[in-house]
């Protein structure tokens, strides 16, 4: 039995990871979890930016590889993002035996599976500073890792899952060979990468590690983060890359999903990002020349956070560029037609999984379905909204649940915590979930039939 249990959650856009005391599950209490601060830069200490730039003649990591980006936008150049994208595709092997294109390795030496394995060395070595930085965490102990990932798409669960230990492990052992230097602002020397990458690949065992699935995570911190739990959930998680929608069921000690109610809708965070940056274009009047707008584009790419956040919370936003202005109002975002085909789809695919777990609730004899939005976009008025809508029929009642609850205003947070906490609530929830929850434990699948916790996919 170990001491704590890590989840690692490596988003398209950022990376997060939780540890919380194993067995927390049972005995919950805020002030024993330990969200870590992965971040020595950027705009929160908990969010790691999931960014891999390949320079002249060295590897940036996180927040600097994409500075470095927008640095050399103008060359044609890009940083390498959507690591889950690339995880989910049906034909892994190949994917990541692909050479990168030469937008990101433009010395054509990198396949993208080297970038990945980089990267998740950045990753592990970022926890480790953070474990090593918490008070707690540094008195030592034992830990458990586990990862969270979405229910893969491929029909192959449990092969994507020894793919992923693979690659952690591949990782890992790069970490171990270059140590701190990975952490280094400026990044890592080609020199030392082709010095160690190729031994550590070679001598990687797979990590052991467990998997859980997203929308499990989800409703494992939920029914230990929040008072009342209920028996039936559904979930809408909406990140940088896709909108996720799962519906989950607890029977005593377990938690199924009901994987006939599964949605991923491919617009998410990203694809707002591209309705406003449009909008704006469209306003803007005074750029009509492609350099104009050229330069408006890459301004709004750099301030798109703070755009949308003020879009989504104060209903507009204004963007200051050369002496100029313009205003964008959610409204304006909301007249979108793009945005509004999408508003309609996320309808569809939310009253789909809702009419399943409410019927699978009805048939067990309970009154209640949870519904509670996690990710980066869980905030959003839209998203807000339609769980909060009032259903016609009276039974199960659907019960709302706030993205974030009152213990992560703790005074110990800083103040970090709160505004991103439907961000981290896959990795607080993959961190406090009990073993019965996992889609896979130790690094090693479960056999096709095994029916304890999540079942693996089968399409």
């Known amino acids: 039995?170990?001491?704590?249990?890590?989840?690692?959650?490596?988003?398209?856009?950022?990376?997060?990871?939780?540890?919380?005391?194993?067995?927390?599950?049972?005995?919950?209490?805020?002030?024993?979890?330990?969200?870590?601060?992965?971040?020595?830069?950027?705009?929160?200490?908990?969010?790691?930016?999931?960014?891999?730039?390949?320079?002249?003649?060295?590897?940036?990591?996180?927040?600097?590889?994409?500075?470095?980006?927008?640095?050399?936008?103008?060359?044609?150049?890009?940083?390498?993002?959507?690591?889950?994208?690339?995880?989910?595709?049906?034909?892994?092997?190949?994917?990541?035996?692909?050479?990168?294109?030469?937008?990101?390795?433009?010395?054509?030496?990198?396949?993208?599976?080297?970038?990945?394995?980089?990267?998740?060395?950045?990753?592990?070595?970022?926890?480790?500073?953070?474990?090593?930085?918490?008070?707690?965490?540094?008195?030592?102990?034992?830990?458990?890792?586990?990862?969270?990932?979405?229910?893969?798409?491929?029909?192959?669960?449990?092969?994507?899952?020894?793919?992923?230990?693979?690659?952690?492990?591949?990782?890992?052992?790069?970490?171990?060979?270059?140590?701190?230097?990975?952490?280094?602002?400026?990044?890592?020397?080609?020199?030392?990468?082709?010095?160690?990458?190729?031994?550590?690949?070679?001598?990687?065992?797979?990590?052991?590690?467990?998997?859980?699935?997203?929308?499990?995570?989800?409703?494992?911190?939920?029914?230990?983060?929040?008072?009342?739990?209920?028996?039936?959930?559904?979930?809408?998680?909406?990140?940088?890359?896709?909108?996720d929608i799962a519906a989950l069921a607890r029977l005593g000690p377990r938690t199924i999903e009901l994987p006939e109610a599964r949605v991923t809708l491919k617009q998410a965070g990203d694809f707002i990002d591209r309705v406003i940056a449009n909008r704006v274009l469209e306003a803007a009047k005074w750029a009509k020349r492609q350099d104009a707008r050229?330069?408006?584009?890459?301004?709004?790419?750099?301030?798109?956070?703070?755009?949308?956040?003020?879009?989504m919370a104060d209903g507009r936003a204004t963007l200051r560029n050369q002496g100029r202005s313009v205003t964008l109002s959610l409204r304006e975002v909301e007249k979108d037609e793009d945005f509004r085909e999408f508003q309609k789809s996320l309808r569809q695919a939310y009253d789909h999984a809702l009419a399943i777990v409410r019927d699978d609730a009805r048939a067990r004899g309970r009154s209640e379905v949870q519904a509670i939005a996690v990710g980066g976009g869980a905030s959003s008025p839209f998203i807000q909204d339609l769980i909060r809508r009032k259903i016609e029929s009276s039974s199960p009642r659907v019960i709302p649940r706030p993205a974030t609850p009152d213990w992560a205003h703790a005074r110990e947070f800083k103040g970090n915590l709160a505004p991103v906490f439907p961000q981290l609530a896959i990795a607080i929830g993959g961190a406090l979930a009990p073993d019965s929850m996992l889609a896979a434990r130790g690094g090693i699948s479960p056999p096709a039939n095994d029916r304890s916790g999540i079942p693996v996919e089968r399409d």
């Open 1 to 243: 039995m170990s001491d704590w249990t890590l989840c690692i959650d490596f988003g398209t856009a950022f990376s997060k990871a939780a540890v919380a005391p194993s067995g927390a599950w049972s005995r919950f209490d805020p002030a024993t979890l330990r969200p870590l601060m992965l971040s020595a830069e950027g705009q929160n200490a908990f969010l790691l930016d999931s960014a891999v730039f390949v320079d002249e003649d060295r590897v940036l990591f996180g927040r600097a590889a994409l500075n470095e980006a927008d640095e050399q936008a103008d060359k044609k150049r890009a940083a390498l993002r959507s690591f889950k994208t690339l995880l989910s595709v049906s034909d892994l092997d190949r994917a990541l035996n692909t050479n990168a294109p030469a937008t990101i390795d433009p010395h054509r030496i990198f396949q993208m599976r080297d970038l990945i394995v980089l990267y998740l060395a950045y990753l592990l070595a970022s926890i480790e500073r953070a474990i090593l930085a918490d008070p707690t965490l540094a008195q030592g102990g034992t830990f458990t890792r586990r990862y969270a990932a979405p229910a893969w798409r491929s029909g192959d669960s449990a092969g994507m899952h020894d793919v992923i230990v693979r690659l952690f492990g591949e990782a890992e052992a790069f970490r171990a060979a270059v140590g701190k230097r990975i952490l280094a602002p400026d990044g890592l020397s080609l020199r030392a990468i082709s010095d160690a990458l190729p031994k550590a690949m070679e001598r990687a065992e797979p990590l052991e590690m467990g998997l859980i699935f997203e929308a499990t995570a989800a409703a494992a911190y939920t029914s230990v983060g929040l008072e009342g739990s209920g028996s039936h959930m559904i979930v809408v998680d909406m990140g940088a890359g896709t909108t």
């Open 294 to 311: 050229t330069e408006l584009w890459s301004t709004l790419m750099r301030q798109m956070g703070d755009i949308k956040e003020a879009v």
